[in-house]
């Protein structure tokens, strides 16, 4: 399989906005599943956001519902992350990770996922 790729990441204020991007390839696309990870300094990879190409679904950590927002593009291999209302402590790297199936009930645990991508960072200051 190919490494994912991330991009979008940069500098905002608190308040703003910013829309990462996860390309993926070398798995069927129907059966792509897409997770969305973070990782502070000296904090543990923190699970964002899960896609499923299998069952058209995406589910949210409690800590970015309603701020974040993940869609897909119309041939389903790239994964947006739309963030709203950013806040300092969002501020992380962003990992994409991707792999086949359905997000599942572990889809949170980063050891379930086996292809990840390099990450970019978000930095939310004013």
């Known amino acids: 399989q190919v490494q994912p790729v991330e991009s979008g990441g940069g500098l905002v204020q608190p308040g703003g906005s910013l829309r990462l991007s996860c390309a993926a390839s070398?798995?069927?696309?129907?059966?792509?599943?897409i997770g969305w990870f973070r990782q502070a300094p000296g904090k543990e990879r923190e699970a964002v956001s899960c896609t499923s190409n299998k069952d058209d679904s995406t589910l949210y950590a409690d800590s970015v519902k309603g701020r974040f927002s993940a869609s897909r593009d119309n041939d389903k291999t790239t994964v947006y992350l739309q963030m709203n209302d950013l806040k300092p402590e969002d501020t992380a790297v962003y990992y994409c990770a991707v792999d086949i199936g359905r997000c599942g009930s572990v889809w949170s645990r980063p050891t379930r996922w086996t292809t990840w991508g390099q990450g970019t960072q978000v930095t939310v200051s004013s």
């Open positions: 070398g798995f069927p696309v129907d059966y792509y599943v």
